[in-house]
T-cell receptor, first 115, second 115 residues
Framework: AQSVTQLDSHVSVSEGTPVLLRCNYS??????LFWYVQHPNKGLQLLLK??????LVKGINGFEAEFKKSETSFHLTKPSAHMSDAAEYFC?????????????FGIGTKLQVIP | NAGVMQNPRHLVRRRGQEARLRCSPM?????VYWYRQLPEEGLKFMVYLQKENIIDESGMPKERFSAEFPKEGPSILRIQQVVRGDSAAYFC?????????????FGPGTRLTVL
């Protein structure tokens, strides 16, 4: 069985400072991992994905994440927060199960960016 | 190539009415997934369908909810006799028959409000 734990439900940073959103996962097999962003009352936008290639994954809008198998982590980072980054972020694990992809979402982390 | 389309984007129903949510997958995608996002929560899996078949409905409430994906036309999520607790955002995702990277592609969602 797979699961995702987003360790912080809310994160608050000042504009221009680094962002760290933490995610730990558990999976029986080699999973694919994703980060999605959701702005208020909007749909889901894919930020980046890990699919067993490079462990450091670069995404859109300056975000990146590092897959660390030994720590079962996939934390999302950005060197410098922008006001437009204020949104909710979901860590997602996906693995093949019973012939199809089983996707599990974390509960989400709300990022607040303070001017 | 148009993305996953959902309509309506917003739906208001009174208690006891029926809600029908539609999802048109991306071209070439034959797998459809429905998720529900309750206020202040992450997305929860509801049902997975392939053309004319329900593959996994383990996340569907036992009563009032049903889903279909006919040979022709969009996938439909149907909620009968809606109650206030059904108010949520409902997201559809699709994937091709052989999904590279285990990625699902999400639609913009339908926000259901039950008065």
């Amino acid at each position: 069985a797979q699961s995702v734990t987003q360790l912080d439900s809310h994160v608050s940073v000042s504009e221009g400072t680094p962002v760290l959103l933490r995610c730990n996962y558990s999976s029986s097999y080699s999973p694919s991992l994703f980060w999605y962003v959701q702005h208020p009352n909007k749909g889901l936008q894919l930020l980046l994905k890990y699919t067993s290639a490079a462990t450091l994954v670069k995404g859109i809008n300056g975000f990146e994440a590092e897959f660390k198998k030994s720590e079962t982590s996939f934390h999302l980072t950005k060197p410098s927060a922008h006001m437009s980054d204020a949104a909710e972020y979901f860590c997602v694990v996906s693995e093949a199960s019973g012939g199809y992809q089983k996707v599990t979402f974390g509960i989400g982390t709300k990022l607040q960016v303070i001017p | 190539n148009a993305g996953v389309m959902q309509n309506p984007r917003h739906l208001v129903r009174r208690r006891g009415q029926e809600a029908r949510l539609r999802c048109s997958p991306m071209k070439g995608h034959s797998h459809v997934y429905w998720y529900r996002q309750l206020p202040e929560e992450g997305l929860k899996f509801m049902v997975y369908l392939q053309k004319e078949n329900i593959i996994d409905e383990s996340g569907m409430p036992k009563e009032r909810f049903s889903a279909e994906f006919p040979k022709e036309g969009p996938s439909i999520l149907r909620i009968q006799q809606v109650v206030r607790g059904d108010s949520a955002a409902y997201f559809c995702a699709s994937s091709p028959p052989i999904a590279l990277d285990n990625e699902q592609f999400f639609g913009p969602g339908t926000r259901l409000t039950v008065l």
